[in-house]
T-cell receptor
């Protein structure tokens, strides 16, 4: 158990819908990272937050957004869902800054039908 | 942009034997970190080992060790005394230590099968 929690574990929804994925980082970790794992794209970095502020952006679609709250939990919002958004979404956390490992949550499996 | 290549989509090893998984990367940076993550059928991403680019000594964690060749931009993972529980997808990952980005750049992975 990495100490990072993600809810829900599984999500099945229809095209065009909007969903919210939630992540609670390890105690003491200030950075949260979101990654998408799909068969065709592999593991890709989406976005990073550090202590409530966006720090880095990767291959995140405009239909996706994220935020980190004062209690440091984070949410990833996916809207206008398409079949191609079906993937495993990971949240990772770290203390933040140089030299610290990222610890991954169990992931949320999103299926868009 | 940095890239990570794992040229072996699948590997297999006999229980108790040794196996080496390959990884190469491309970067113009001199300071960075390299990692191996394991993803068993449970899908959990588990950190196996990490290497700092400025360290010449290869990292070791119990049965897992790396062969880090900075000039060749190679970072292979050796698993000794393979166990059934080692069966998983293994991902090599790169992280810059320069600038603000802490994102991990992953290879496509190698599926390791351990035969009893």
């Amino acid at each position: 158990d990495s100490g990072v929690t993600q809810t829900p574990k599984h999500l099945i929804t229809a095209t065009g819908q909007r969903v919210t994925l939630r992540c609670s980082p390890r105690s003491g970790d200030l950075s949260v990272y979101w990654y998408q794992q799909s068969l065709d794209q592999g593991l890709q970095f989406l976005i990073q937050y550090y202590n409530g502020e966006e720090r880095a952006k990767g291959n995140i679609l405009e239909r996706f957004s994220a935020q980190q709250f004062p209690d440091l939990h984070s949410e990833l919002n996916l809207s206008s869902l398409e079949l191609g958004d079906s993937a495993l979404y990971f949240c990772a956390s770290s203390v933040g800054g140089r030299g610290y490992e990222q610890y991954f949550g169990p992931g949320t499996r999103l299926t868009v039908t | 942009a940095q890239t990570v290549t794992q040229s072996q989509p699948e590997m297999s090893v006999q229980e108790a034997e040794t196996v080496t998984l390959s990884c190469t990367y491309d970067t113009s940076e001199s300071d960075y970190y390299l990692f191996w993550y394991k993803q068993p059928p449970s899908r959990q991403m588990i950190l196996v080992i990490r290497q700092e680019a400025y360290k010449q000594q290869n990292a070791t964690e119990n049965r897992f060790s790396v062969n880090f060749q900075k000039a060749a931009k190679s970072f292979s993972l050796k698993i000794s005394d393979s166990q059934l529980g080692d069966a998983a997808m293994y991902f090599c990952a790169y992280r810059s230590a320069e600038g603000g980005s802490e994102k991990l750049v992953f290879g496509k992975g190698t599926k390791l099968t351990v035969n009893p």
